[in-house]
């Protein structure tokens, strides 16, 4: 779908870290993001849907991603709203039984965002399935956005983004792939008070040389009405219910994302050195979902975006042009469906 234009960002700069990088030669991959629309409540309607939409794979795929709390909702009220959705690692429930059961069925990694307990301790949480069906890694959501703190997440208690290696094989050949995790407002400043451009996840993620991030989401529309504070509630879920929606995705959404992984990004006051050199990508994977919960509107948009270390900073009177941002693909802004793209790492 072409370049992305950027907006002005500040300097940043790179903390030192080691990490080794595995497996140089490119590889092909097939990524799979699933744009849900659950409602709360409608467990098993919500499967279905996630059911229905996998039917459009036709072919091999190495990735599928849901987004977060993918299959139970997101605005819960309180912590006793939200109980009945827990499950855990030890536990599984819905959530969990579904990514098993789809890593089994397509032999594939598969990525879910669900609501997690443990130690009576709630979470929220990614889930990475293998394609055998076994859970290999359970990341724990940093940075909350006031809604988790209303239903009583906990941030993750490892701190500093710590990436993981993935490993996909083709026609004899397995690369390990550092990768990295990151839940809709980790990608944020912490509680938005820390500086814009201290840039918390993606710099983490650059240091660790992560070349796949994965981001589940549950992320605004910039329109939805639960940003106007100063209207009231029952007027801001009258006007969600009556937002009317393109059906493109939702540009200013998928630059603020590009923005936010702003190390990766050749421009001006990008100084971090670019480890990745020829025809290296850098892959982002961004899934969100659509609907309305109260009055809370999701911005869909799910993308795939990659960098890579070809592009020349020009900027001129009609804006910043990356050429290394390429937006691979991305669905409409409001209507639950699948995107299925092929990609180099």
């Given at each position: 779908?072409?370049?992305?234009?950027?907006?002005?960002?500040?300097?940043?700069?790179?903390?030192s870290?080691?990490?080794?990088?595995?497996?140089?030669?490119?590889?092909?991959?097939?990524?799979?993001?699933?744009?849900?629309?659950?409602?709360?409540?409608?467990?098993?309607t919500?499967?279905?849907?996630?059911?229905?939409?996998?039917?459009?794979?036709?072919?091999?795929?190495?990735?599928?991603?849901?987004?977060?709390?993918?299959?139970?909702?997101?605005?819960?009220?309180?912590?006793?709203?939200?109980?009945?959705?827990?499950?855990?690692?030890?536990?599984?429930?819905?959530?969990?039984?579904?990514?098993?059961?789809?890593?089994?069925?397509?032999?594939?990694?598969t990525?879910?965002?669900?609501?997690?307990?443990?130690?009576?301790?709630?979470?929220?949480?990614?889930?990475?399935f293998?394609?055998?069906?076994?859970?290999?890694?359970?990341?724990?959501?940093?940075?909350?956005?006031?809604?988790?703190?209303?239903?009583?997440?906990?941030?993750?208690?490892?701190?500093?983004?710590?990436?993981?290696?993935?490993?996909?094989?083709?026609?004899?050949?397995?690369?390990?792939?550092?990768?990295?995790?990151?839940?809709c407002?980790?990608?944020?400043?912490?509680?938005?008070?820390?500086?814009?451009?201290?840039?918390?996840?993606?710099?983490?993620?650059?240091?660790?040389?992560a070349k796949?991030?994965?981001?589940?989401?549950?992320?605004?529309?910039?329109?939805s009405?639960?940003?106007?504070?100063?209207?009231?509630?029952?007027?801001?879920?009258?006007?969600?219910?009556?937002?009317?929606?393109e059906?493109?995705?939702?540009a200013?959404?998928?630059?603020?994302?590009?923005?936010?992984?702003?190390?990766?990004?050749?421009?001006?006051?990008?100084?971090?050195?670019?480890?990745?050199?020829?025809?290296?990508?850098?892959?982002?994977?961004?899934?969100?979902?659509?609907?309305?919960?109260?009055?809370?509107?999701?911005?869909?948009?799910?993308?795939?975006?990659?960098?890579?270390?070809?592009?020349?900073?020009?900027?001129?009177?009609?804006?910043?042009?990356?050429?290394?941002?390429d937006?691979?693909?991305?669905l409409?802004?409001?209507?639950?469906?699948?995107?299925?793209?092929?990609?180099?790492?």
């Open positions: 779908m072409g370049r992305i234009e950027m907006p002005e960002a500040k300097p940043t700069t790179t903390p870290r080691h990490i080794t990088v595995f497996n140089l030669f490119e590889m092909k991959i097939r990524i799979a993001l699933l744009q849900l629309n659950p409602r709360i409540g409608h467990i098993n919500n499967i279905s849907n996630v059911k229905t939409l996998l039917l459009k794979i036709t072919s091999p795929v190495d990735l599928i991603v849901l987004p977060e709390l993918a299959i139970t909702g997101y605005n819960f009220s309180d912590p006793a709203h939200i109980k009945p959705y827990l499950e855990s690692t030890t536990k599984y429930g819905p959530s969990l039984n579904l990514a098993q059961e789809i890593s089994q069925q397509f032999k594939c990694l990525f879910i965002g669900y609501p997690e307990t443990s130690e009576e301790t709630t979470y929220n949480s990614c889930a990475v293998n394609g055998s069906g076994d859970l290999i890694y359970n990341y724990r959501k940093t940075f909350l956005y006031e809604t988790d703190e209303k239903w009583g997440s906990s941030e993750n208690p490892v701190r500093g983004f710590p990436g993981l290696q993935l490993e996909f094989s083709k026609d004899g050949e397995t690369k390990s792939v550092i990768s990295n995790v990151g839940i407002m980790d990608l944020n400043p912490y509680k938005f008070e820390a500086p814009f451009n201290k840039f918390e996840f993606s710099l983490s993620s650059y240091a660790q040389k796949l991030l994965i981001c589940p989401m549950n992320w605004l529309h910039p329109k009405p639960s940003l106007k504070t100063e209207l009231p509630f029952a007027t801001r879920v009258e006007l969600a219910e009556n937002l009317q929606l059906d493109e995705p939702e200013s959404t998928v630059n603020y994302w590009v923005l936010r992984l702003f190390p990766y990004v050749n421009h001006e006051y990008s100084i971090a050195p670019k480890w990745f050199h020829g025809d290296e990508k850098v892959t982002a994977v961004c899934c969100n979902r659509v609907g309305v919960e109260d009055d809370v509107v999701y911005g869909g948009s799910s993308s795939v975006i990659q960098f890579g270390n070809n592009g020349v900073y020009t900027d001129d009177s009609t804006g910043i042009d990356n050429a290394n941002v937006l691979v693909g991305s409409s802004q409001h209507k639950e469906d699948i995107l299925i793209k092929e990609v180099d790492i």
